[in-house]
């Protein structure tokens, strides 16, 4: 397990979206790691709570700096929607 700020890596080399060649199989490749996409992301309660803090200092940017350069928004922008869509598909549900 590579535990994190934001999520937690739960390696397992058949799962893993990304390699590292020159290294062991038997560890993730941390640069080139994409957790909202990859099968190993695994999210504690921590874990979420980073990401919903993230994701609302991205909406008080957004919402009070009408001086973003337009490209800069729009990367915000999408970070954003993947941050809110992530935390979505990985929020657990509740048996009755």
């Known amino acids: 397990m590579y535990p994190g700020a934001f999520i937690t890596c ?9 390699r590292c060649p020159e ?4 560890q993730p490749a941390m640069a080139d790691c994409q957790p909202q ?3 190993n992301t695994a999210l504690t309660s ?3 709570r980073a990401l919903a803090n993230h994701r609302a200092r991205l909406e008080d ?8 350069a337009p490209y800069v ?6 970070q ?6 992530f935390l979505t598909r ?5 048996a009755e």
Do not use: F, K, M
């Not at 739960?10 to 990304?18: F, H």
């Not at 290294?23 to 038997?26: G, K, L, Q, R």
């Not at 990985?90 to 509740?94: A, F, L, M, V, Y």
């Open 23 to 26: 290294a062991s199989a038997d």
């Open 61 to 68: 940017t957004l919402v009070a700096d009408d001086r973003l």
């Open 90 to 94: 990985h929020t657990p549900e509740i």
């Open 10 to 18: 739960v390696y397992n080399p058949g799962r893993a979206l990304r």
């Open 46 to 48: 921590a874990n979420r």
């Open 73 to 78: 928004r729009r990367g915000l922008q999408e």
């Open 37 to 39: 996409a990859c099968r």
């Open 80 to 85: 954003h929607c993947a941050t809110a869509a």
